[in-house]
C-alpha cells in the first residue's frame, strides 16, 4: 500500500517546508513544490517537467538513493547555471517511499 512520505524543502528564500507528499499520484518534486506553492507560479516547471528547462533545478541535501540521472537530465544540468555536484532535476525525483526524509534546496532562480 502506497503512503504519504515526509520530506523537506529549502525555498529560495532559505525557509525550510516540511511537506507531506502523496506517493500513489505519480507526482514528481516540482509538482510537489508547485501544488505547496513554494516558489512563484511561472518561475518553476517553465516546461512542464520534460527535463527542457532546469527551472526547477534543486540541491540534495540528504543521502536518500536517487534514481540514475537520465541523460536528458545529465544534458540540461550542463548547460544550467548555479549548477552544483549535489544539482537535480526536480521533475526527474519522482515521490516514492525511498524518498521518505528527502532534503532539498532550490536553486537560484537563473
Keep these: 500500500m502506497e503512503q504519504d512520505i515526509n520530506i523537506k524543502i529549502i525555498d529560495r528564500d ?3 517546508h516540511e511537506v507531506v507528499a502523496p506517493t500513489d499520484m505519480a507526482m514528481n518534486l516540482m509538482e ?3 501544488s505547496y506553492e513554494l516558489a512563484p507560479e511561472g518561475t518553476i516547471g517553465v516546461c512542464g517537467g520534460m527535463a ?3 527551472s526547477c533545478q534543486c540541491y540534495v541535501l540528504s543521502e536518500n538513493e536517487l534514481p540514475e540521472m ?3 537530465e545529465e544534458a540540461m544540468l550542463s548547460e544550467a547555471f548555479n549548477v552544483k ?3 537535480r532535476l526536480g521533475c526527474q525525483i519522482q515521490m516514492t517511499t525511498d524518498m521518505e ?3 532539498v534546496e532550490l ?3 537563473s
Excluded: I, K
Design 32 to 34: 510537489v513544490v508547485r
Design 101 to 103: 526524509g528527502l532534503v
Design 14 to 16: 532559505g525557509v525550510e
Design 70 to 72: 537520465s541523460d536528458d
Design 85 to 87: 555536484d549535489n544539482s
Design 107 to 109: 536553486a537560484p532562480e
Design 52 to 54: 527542457m528547462c532546469a
